[in-house]
């Protein structure tokens, strides 16, 4: 599920956090995720051992736009806005490195380090 955090009207010090959207449909364990900086659309790996990019689309709900089964499961995530690069730390020691496409509907693996 993926939740921004916005301020609402200050009630003495305590704050509130709002709800603002969330995924839909998916039920397994997302180890982390990451949103795409001017674009409705977030990054996650999870437990089943894929990588998923989420767009929102005209309904308001996200749906997978890119779903990649990793050989193992991923411990971390990080995503380069201005190269358009995502680094996937894998539970067996590689980090995998891929590369998404300007609409982010297509991604291809450059390499991994081992």
């Known amino acids: 599920m993926a939740a921004q955090i916005t301020s609402g009207p200050n009630q003495g010090n305590v704050r509130k956090p709002d709800l603002f959207s969330k995924l839909e449909g998916f039920n397994d364990d997302v180890n982390m995720a990451v949103f ?10 999870s437990d089943d051992k894929t990588l998923r990019v989420w767009l929102k689309r005209d309904t308001g709900q996200y749906w997978p736009s890119i ?3 990793l050989p193992s499961q991923a411990a971390s995530l990080a995503y380069n806005e201005e190269t358009r690069r995502t680094f996937i730390g894998l539970d067996n ?11 982010f509907n297509r991604m291809s693996q450059t390499r991994d380090y081992l």
């Open 67 to 69: 779903c990649h089964t």
């Open 36 to 45: 795409i900086p001017r674009e409705d659309g977030v990054i996650t790996v």
């Open 93 to 103: 020691g590689t980090i995998s490195e891929f590369n998404l496409t300007e609409d």
